[in-house]
């Protein structure tokens, strides 16, 4: 039982990437979804979180109107669409799936954002 997140990399100022969260062993349907980011020496942030039907969803202040946060309960999958990256995204990103005291945490992939 396991969510393996994907879809890191270096990428430029300005640039896109998007991140994936595959849940396996179990379904996601019923989990809220969320994904969190820790930059070195800092704590662990929310970054955005998506209902179980995915009709609901939230953002941190710093970036609302550049990410998206999407599921597809069918696929068993989850994403990140990240836009207008800027350098202080830098971070690892993790899913995070919970439902009820149950939780799962991806085991994090890197987004580097740099010239």
């Known amino acids: 039982v396991q969510l393996v997140e994907s879809g890191g990399g270096l990428v430029q100022p300005g640039g896109s990437l998007r991140l994936s969260c595959a849940a396996s062993g179990f379904t996601l349907g019923g989990y809220v979804i969320s994904w969190h980011r820790q930059a070195p020496g800092k704590e662990r942030e929310l970054v955005a979180r998506?209902?179980?039907?995915?009709?609901?969803?939230n953002y941190a202040d710093s970036v609302k109107g550049r990410f998206t946060i999407s599921r597809d309960n069918a696929q068993n999958v989850a994403s990140l669409q990240m836009n207008s990256l800027k350098p202080e995204d830098t971070a690892v990103y993790y899913c995070?799936?919970?439902?009820?005291?149950?939780?799962?945490w991806g085991q994090g992939t890197q987004v580097t954002v740099s010239s």
């Open positions: 995070n799936g919970k439902l009820g005291v149950t939780e799962y």
């Open positions: 998506i209902s179980s039907g995915g009709g609901r969803t």
